[in-house]
């Protein structure tokens, strides 16, 4: 008979010190090893806001991640795996975008993380995902900050950038509208990130910046801006505001009769944020990555799925959000199947330098992951107000387009530092 | 001067705007010592309701939809005018009533009725009315632009400064000139006085919580051809008006509007020269204010000041 014996004090002290030593071993390295059985799900998390700033737009981007689901499962799932998906509201704010994430991951058994409008919010949510090496799609955040300094290996960026639309618009409007610039900035990452660039595109061209308006976040009423630039009179006014922000700019700007002139060119344009207003509201010119009357194989297709799908949606047909919230999904899901695993790193891979052909995602050129910032590469569009529409719909008209090459953030680029593989957490799904 | 003279008549003209927010929101923390927090979601019910007056399109398609709409836009607007802010007055009686049981009880338990209100309010507009931006159209007569000393003003946002100076007028000349008006003032300054004389305190916090609410809906009605209609436009509503009862002092009418023009001011002339801060100058005005007049502008003496 042994005289050692277990008392109660004992084994607590054991566990107690196993404890400490296990977390003196980590947790630099999460490796959340979940057994990969076919009657497992996939859990997806959707990290799209429902409320705040951004909620409409939030809502046709969860619209556009459930069809390219829905797609998947009546396939029969994913590696023999069916989809399953959770959303919780990321409410437009960083501070909840980083519980969500910590939430879906750690209590919700979440393997990969879609969805975000706001830039603050999605590398909020992107800081969450690395640490522990889920994969994170964001799907339609537009700072160029996303695939600059705050990219992130796990992480994905699936809209153009501040940058890119800035390229598409600015050479073009200096040589319609002239040098003189003013700059409408909401005054936030996103903002200052899209306002550097045209400002650095000006000067690469010839523009002069005859002065920069702040526009804090929530502004409802922009009559003193306008009356600067009425005093000003600049021939374009670069205007670089978001959401509900900027329905509440162009309101005011109809009213005032100054849609027409100065020129007005708005680095970008959410769909959701303008769908409904009067034509007069949606003066100036835009980028947007896809619309849904591009004359290419496919569209009138997908138009009448979402159509079925969402029959009741106050938006009747698919925008630019709905559009990069459902190619983002798909070609996860894509990913992992080429990867033949739901292992983080082999999917990382299989995302890596993937190239999309034109058709496979009804634009006018082929798109691709570029490996070292991890940003979708593709064409960019510019549009106008539709001033004879064939439906009450078809709001805008496709000015230009340009391809990825020629409106490249090479910016971003030199500031990317992805997180080597060895440095991201590894488990699978 | 030339250049700072119309960011001045901006200022006073979002001031005159603010004023009108505050108005009902002040009114009802004054005699039902009630911090509202529903107020913006009034403000955007009355709003609503208006455009649910002036008509939707699929409206048209109805027998009389279709006589309804082909009405001249001036008549279904003032309609507009006078219903939304009738059954925004309607929605806060209802609020009132669910609010008595919190009487006499931690101010907490109103402010967390009020603040669960405000949610609900919010998700019926997204039922109702969806979740997307709505215009409301204002007749043709007040919208565009007008030239006044060579600079561009909005008509529509004139309209509403001068349609907010006479309200506020109204109310004042109401609340001065009417018993009734005597008796709301009575019960901001002493409730249980006014119980004691005789009064129907609880018919009187049920019509100033209804007036106030209404006052709300006008306001909606008045301020979102300008912000624009979505369902949480209250939420923009509630920070200023809070803002501005304070500065003003609470529970004082010429207080609030003085604090609504000096928020206007400072909002507009900041806008214009360090647009960045133009959202702070609100707040930044409220410390300096309260830094050195901790009672408002023109709030009453606490007993406990010396």
Redesign the interface.
């Known amino acids: 008979m042994s005289d050692s014996k277990f008392t109660r004090r004992g084994l607590l002290g054991s566990a107690t010190a196993a404890g400490g030593v296990a977390a003196f071993m980590g947790p630099w390295r999460h490796n959340r090893v979940y057994a990969q059985a076919t009657d497992k799900p996939i859990r997806i998390g959707l990290t799209s806001d429902a ?2 700033q951004y ?2 737009s939030g ?1 046709s981007d969860r619209r556009g991640m459930l069809m390219a689901i829905e797609e998947a499962n009546a396939r029969g799932g994913v590696l023999g795996r069916r989809i399953e998906h959770l959303h919780i509201d990321t409410e437009t704010t960083p501070a909840t975008g980083s519980r969500v994430a910590e939430r879906m991951i750690t209590r919700e058994d979440c393997g990969f993380l879609i969805g975000a409008v706001h830039s603050g919010v999605a590398n909020a949510i992107s800081q969450i995902a690395q640490k522990y090496g889920v994969i994170y799609l964001n799907t339609n955040s537009s700072s160029p900050t996303e695939s600059g300094e705050n990219c992130h290996r796990v992480k994905f960026v699936w809209d153009g950038n501040g940058t890119n639309f800035a390229k598409a618009a600015t050479k073009n409007a200096i040589d319609a509208y002239g040098p003189d610039w003013m700059l409408l900035t909401n ?1 936030y990452g996103w903002g200052h990130d899209t306002a550097a660039t045209t400002k650095a595109l000006l000067a690469e061209y010839g523009g002069t910046v005859m002065e920069e ?4 976040q ?4 922009f ?6 630039l ?2 000003a009179k600049p021939g374009v006014v670069a205007a670089a505001i978001g959401g ?1 922000d900027q ?2 700019m162009r ?2 700007v109809a ?4 849609g027409a002139s100065p020129a007005w060119i708005n680095s970008q344009q959410d769909w ?7 034509i007069e ?1 949606l003066f100036g010119v835009f980028g947007t990555t896809w619309y849904y009357k591009l004359d290419l194989p496919g569209v009138a297709e997908f138009v009448a799925k979402y159509q079925a799908m969402y029959p009741d949606t ?2 009747r047909v698919p925008g630019n959000v709905f559009y990069n919230g459902y190619m983002a999904t798909r070609e996860l899901l894509s990913a992992i199947e080429r990867a033949g695993s739901t292992n983080n790193i082999a999917v990382i891979k299989a995302l890596e330098g993937h190239r999309m052909p034109a058709e496979s995602r009804m634009q006018h050129h082929d798109a691709y992951i570029d490996p070292n910032t991890h940003q979708v590469q593709q064409t960019i569009y510019l549009a106008s107000a539709n001033p004879s529409p064939s439906e009450p719909d078809d709001l805008f008209s496709i000015v230009t387009q340009s391809d990825p090459e020629t409106v490249r953030d090479t910016g971003s680029a030199a500031k990317c530092a992805l997180e080597s593989y060895e440095a991201t957490p590894t488990f699978d799904a | 001067m030339f ?1 700072l003279l ?2 001045i008549i ?1 200022g006073l ?2 001031g005159l705007l603010f004023a009108l927010i505050a108005l009902g929101f002040t009114l009802i923390v004054g005699v039902m010592e009630v911090i509202n927090l529903a107020h913006g979601s009034l403000f955007a019910l009355g709003a609503y309701f208006a455009l649910a007056t002036i008509g939707a399109d699929w409206f048209a398609e109805t027998p009389f939809g279709a006589w309804w709409l082909g009405l001249p836009l001036t008549a279904r607007y003032v309609l507009a005018l006078a219903v939304g802010p009738v059954l925004a007055g309607v929605a806060g009686m209802l609020l009132e009533l669910c609010l008595r049981p919190t009487y006499g009880k931690p101010a907490l338990y109103g402010l967390l009725l009020t603040f669960g209100a405000a949610l609900v309010v919010e998700e019926i507009i997204r039922l109702v009315w ?6 409301l159209p204002v007749p043709q007569s007040i ?3 007008v030239l006044l000393g060579g ?7 004139l309209f509403a400064a001068a349609f907010s100076a006479l309200a506020i007028l109204v109310v004042w000349l109401f609340l001065e000139r009417t018993p009734y008006g005597a008796i709301i003032k009575a019960g901001a300054h002493d409730s249980e006085m006014v119980r004691a004389l005789g009064y129907d305190l609880s018919r009187l916090r049920l019509l100033v919580f209804g007036f106030g609410a209404a006052l709300a809906g006008l306001a909606g009605v008045i301020m979102v ?4 209609l ?1 369902p ?1 436009v209250g939420i ?1 509503v509630v920070i200023p008006a809070f803002l501005i009862i304070v500065i003003g002092g609470v529970g004082s009418f010429w207080g609030a509007v003085i604090a609504a023009l000096m928020v206007g001011l400072a ?6 020269y360090a ?6 100058s609100m707040y930044i005005l409220l410390i300096a204010v309260v830094g050195f007049r901790s009672r408002g502008l023109l709030g009453r003496k606490s007993a406990l000041e010396t």
Do not use: C
């Open positions: 409320s705040g909620a409409n809502a005054d308006i702040l526009i804090p929530g502004t409802r009423d009559t003193a801006a306008l009356l600067k009425q005093q509900d329905k509440a309101q005011q009213q005032l009769g100054m959701p944020d303008v769908y409904g207003l009067p509201n106050a938006m | 250049d119309p960011h901006n003209t979002l969806g979740t997307g931006e709505q215009n919208n565009g632009a600079m561009i003003f909005s008509k529509y946002k051809p300008i912000w624009g979505r949480h923009d909002v507009g002339i900041t806008g214009a647009s960045a801060w133009a959202t702070m």
